[in-house]
T-cell receptor, first 112, second 110 residues
Framework: EAQVTQNPRYLITVTGKKLTVTCSQN?????MSWYRQDPGLGLRQIYY???????DKGDVPEGYKVSRKEKRNFPLILESPSPNQTSLYFC???????????FGPGTRLTVL | TQLLEQSPQFLSIQEGENLTVYCNSS?????LQWYRQEPGEGPVLLVT?????EVKKLKRLTFQFGDARKDSSLHITAAQPGDTGLYLC??????????FGGGTRLMVKP
């Protein structure tokens, strides 16, 4: 089954404790993105990647890092999480810039 | 950053009513997508419109892309409880960014 998977689905952590949210897709897509979703703000792009070793900042990259060492994986790293990073995070992938974007199930992160 | 404004933000209607959701921007987009998101899940693509003035129909849903490719609308005819959800528009520029609107939360009561 074609899908985007994220782990963990839920995470409660404390300020400053480094964490990684994994994302994997099995569709051989070139493009992958990370979004955060906050009430009233819709989905805001954090980082995106056009291919292996090619990443670029989205609208809200501060406090986040990403890497794309393999085509299928695109982890999101929070080196020192802060409470304002409490949000619902989605990973997504698509074949090209004009194609349908497939979203993962989301990761609900709470930073205390 | 290109902005997409959706209206209304919230909409609560009775089953059988018609409704229209709007997505507006001052920027031109090469294409525009509409997604629907249900609680606990990621958004799922409904349609992509590419040509200015384009109209696409998906059963009771009609999508229109503005002539200038700056705005779009989603019209639902005879809404049903199963249409309940968060509707998101997303504009694609010539680059690789997909900009999302704030969403319209629709509730259709039986």
């Amino acid at each position: 089954e074609a899908q985007v998977t994220q782990n963990p689905r839920y995470l409660i952590t404390v300020t400053g404790k480094k964490l990684t949210v994994t994302c994997s897709q099995n569709m051989n897509h070139e493009y992958m993105s990370w979004y955060r979703q906050d009430p009233g703000l819709g989905l805001r792009q954090i980082y995106y990647s056009m291919n292996v070793e090619v990443t670029d900042k989205g609208d809200v990259p501060e406090g986040y890092k990403v890497s794309r060492k393999e085509k299928r994986n695109f982890p999101l790293i929070l080196e020192s999480p802060s409470p304002n990073q409490t949000s619902l995070y989605f990973c997504a992938s698509r074949r090209s810039s004009y194609n349908e974007q497939f979203f993962g199930p989301g990761t609900r992160l709470t930073v205390l | 950053t290109q902005l997409l404004e959706q209206s209304p933000q919230f909409l609560s209607i009775q089953e059988g009513e018609n409704l229209t959701v709007y997505c507006n921007s001052s920027s031109v987009f090469s294409s525009l997508q509409w997604y629907r998101q249900e609680p606990g899940e990621g958004p799922v693509l409904l349609v992509t419109v590419v040509t200015g003035g384009e109209v696409k129909k998906l059963k009771r849903l009609t999508f229109q892309f503005g002539d200038a490719r700056k705005d779009s609308s989603l019209h639902i005819t005879a809404a049903q409880p199963g249409d309940t959800g968060l509707y998101l528009c997303a504009g694609n520029n010539a680059g690789n960014m997909l900009t999302f609107g704030g969403g319209t939360r629709l509730m259709v009561k039986p």
